[in-house]
């Protein structure tokens, strides 16, 4: 009988590890998620993660595939979705019609800390594809722990 107990409980251990490093499937009609992190005000930087999303929802569309992609913003990467001082503002309104599979997350705590610094609330792109998380750095957790694929351009 103990031998019976111990063989199941070990079986039962390598199905629950099985399970646990499978990607959650979000049930959502995408078949691949990924997300990007920007935290450098670097416009090349930007472009990066900008023409790396582009490129994986190009692959995955040519296969039949979509993909859906986040880009999370924080610290001095928070600049890129600023609507006075983003170096690929212009970019942005074209890309964001052009790949609706594709959304920006702008850190919530960076803006609180911009806020005190500059006296007043830094605005913000104003786009449905943009929208404001209590946390950068969480919010890449939270994806992870939902089985999307991390980049950091």
Known sequence: ???????????????????????????????????????????????LAL?????????????????????????????????DTSPVKQRLESYTLEFDNVSFAACGNTLKGMTKKEGKAPPIIQSDKVNVVPSGVVQLMIRQDQGWHYIRP
């Open 51 to 83: 023409n790396n999303a582009a490129n994986v929802s190009k692959y995955y569309a040519a296969k039949g595939k979509k993909a859906q992609i986040e880009i999370v913003t924080y610290g001095p990467g928070l600049h890129m979705l600023r609507a």
């Open 1 to 47: 009988m103990r031998k019976f107990t111990l063989t199941a409980l070990i079986a039962a251990a390598a199905v629950m590890i099985g399970l646990a490093a499978q990607p959650v499937q979000a049930g959502d009609g995408f078949a691949h998620h990924v997300v990007f992190h920007v935290d450098e005000n670097d416009a090349a930087k930007m472009n």
